[in-house]
T-cell receptor, first 115, second 113 residues
Framework: DAGVIQSPRHEVTEMGQEVTLRCKPISGHNSLFWYRQTMMRGLELLIYFNNNVPIDDSGMPEDRFSAKMPNASFSTLKIQPSEPRDSAVYFC?????????????FGPGTRLTVL | KNQVEQSPQSLIILEGKNCTLQCNYTVSPFSNLRWYKQDTGRGPVSLTIMTFSENTKSNGRYTATLDADTKQSSLHITASQLSDSASYICVVKGGGSQGNLIFGKGTKLSVKP
């Protein structure tokens, strides 16, 4: 398996623009997680899905952020409108089980810069 | 308040030396504790996951310990290699949903030749 795939790897956009980040989890994994990482705040969990259903979105910073998982092999994280403070590295991760004891496998991340 | 504190913030050691990274947490209830290694520009990679009943878990030259009574964990790296240069992140899962993860800020380790 190729591991968790994220695209794009880098995104530079202007304030106010819509940004869509994409993730393909490892085949067979039923949990998917979106994280944001900054120097100031470290890693933060934004939202996670189990069997394509959003379970906990309490980490989503505000209404400008939304995430979807239309099927088991694809998820998106959208920011509309984007702001400079959204600049960060966004990671997607997937795991096999929903019990919380299984290893999470992270993708390479998308580095987002909002000017 | 649920928190995970890691120390030191950064560490420089010579190749071949051992080192120990610390993680103190105040998360309650406690489910499990994970150590991740994150190379620069890459996603974190899981090193160990320990539940309440586990005191020690090893992964090659990495050995994690957990004292659930004092709410402390350590990650010991033996015979360090240049490739160990990375950030090491301690993550504690609290009770409840799988999303209840509290992250430390990480320790940045540099191994010099």
């Amino acid at each position: 398996d190729a591991g968790v795939i994220q695209s794009p790897r880098h995104e530079v956009t202007e304030m106010g623009q819509e940004v869509t980040l994409r993730c393909k989890p490892i085949s067979g994994h039923n949990s998917l997680f979106w994280y944001r990482q900054t120097m100031m705040r470290g890693l933060e969990l934004l939202i996670y899905f189990n069997n394509n259903v959003p379970i906990d979105d309490s980490g989503m910073p505000e209404d400008r952020f939304s995430a979807k998982m239309p099927n088991a092999s694809f998820s998106t994280l959208k920011i509309q409108p984007s702001e400079p403070r959204d600049s960060a590295v966004y990671f997607c991760a997937s795991s096999l089980d929903s019990a919380g004891t299984d290893t999470q496998y992270f993708g390479p991340g998308t580095r987002l810069t909002v000017l | 308040k649920n928190q995970v504190e890691q120390s030191p913030q950064s560490l420089i050691i010579l190749e071949g030396k051992n080192c120990t990274l610390q993680c103190n947490y105040t998360v309650s209830p406690f489910s499990n504790l994970r150590w991740y290694k994150q190379d620069t520009g890459r996603g974190p990679v899981s090193l160990t996951i320990m539940t309440f009943s586990e005191n020690t878990k090893s992964n090659g030259r990495y050995t994690a310990t957990l004292d659930a009574d004092t709410k402390q964990s350590s990650l010991h790296i033996t015979a360090s290699q240049l490739s160990d240069s990375a950030s090491y992140i301690c993550v504690v899962k609290g009770g409840g949903s799988q999303g209840n993860l509290i992250f430390g800020k990480g320790t940045k380790l540099s191994v010099k030749p």
